[in-house]
C-alpha cells in the first residue's frame, strides 16, 4: 500500500503564502520518480476538485483558478511532491490532499485532472485562509 503523507497546511490571512509538502514512502512506493503526482482539494460542501500535477518528466498542469499563483514541483530524490501556494485567497480554504496517478492517466491534461485516475491517496491536510 502506497503511503503518502501531507504536511505544511495551516491557517493564514488572505494573501499570504503555504507550502505543502507530500512525501511518498520509499518502501511502499519505489516508482515514485515514474508516477504522475497530483493535488486536489476539498472545501466543505463541496466536491473534491484538481489543483494541480505534475508528470514524471517534469510537465505541469493546473486548474484556472490557481494559475499563477501555485507551483506544484517534485524532488525525486526525497520522494516528495510539493505545493507553494501564493497569494492566498478565502476560497482556497479547503482540505488538500496529494495522489499518486495509477494506469488509467494517459499523459494530457485532462487526464491529470480527473480523480478517479490516481489510484492512491492522502490523508490531507486542511488549509485555512481568513480574510
Known amino acids: 500500500q502506497v503511503q503518502l503523507v501531507e504536511s505544511g497546511g495551516g491557517l493564514v490571512q488572505a494573501g499570504g503564502s503555504l507550502r505543502l509538502s507530500c512525501a511518498a514512502s520509499?518502501?511502499?512506493?519505489?516508482?515514485?520518480?515514474?508516477?504522475?503526482m497530483g493535488w486536489f482539494r476539498q472545501a466543505p460542501g463541496k466536491e473534491r476538485e484538481f489543483v494541480a500535477a505534475i508528470s514524471s518528466s517534469g510537465a505541469t498542469y493546473y486548474a484556472d483558478s490557481v494559475k499563477g499563483r501555485f507551483t506544484i514541483s517534485r524532488d525525486n530524490a526525497k520522494n516528495t511532491v510539493y505545493l507553494q501556494m501564493n497569494s492566498l485567497k478565502p476560497e482556497d480554504t479547503a482540505v488538500y490532499y496529494c495522489?499518486?496517478?495509477?494506469?488509467?492517466?494517459?499523459?494530457?491534461?485532462?487526464?491529470?485532472?480527473?480523480?478517479?485516475?490516481?489510484?492512491?491517496w492522502g490523508q490531507g491536510t486542511q488549509v485555512t485562509v481568513s480574510s
Open positions: 520509499r518502501r511502499t512506493f519505489s516508482t515514485f520518480s515514474s508516477s504522475t
Open positions: 495522489a499518486a496517478a495509477g494506469v488509467r492517466y494517459r499523459g494530457t491534461a485532462w487526464s491529470a485532472a480527473q480523480a478517479a485516475n490516481y489510484d492512491y
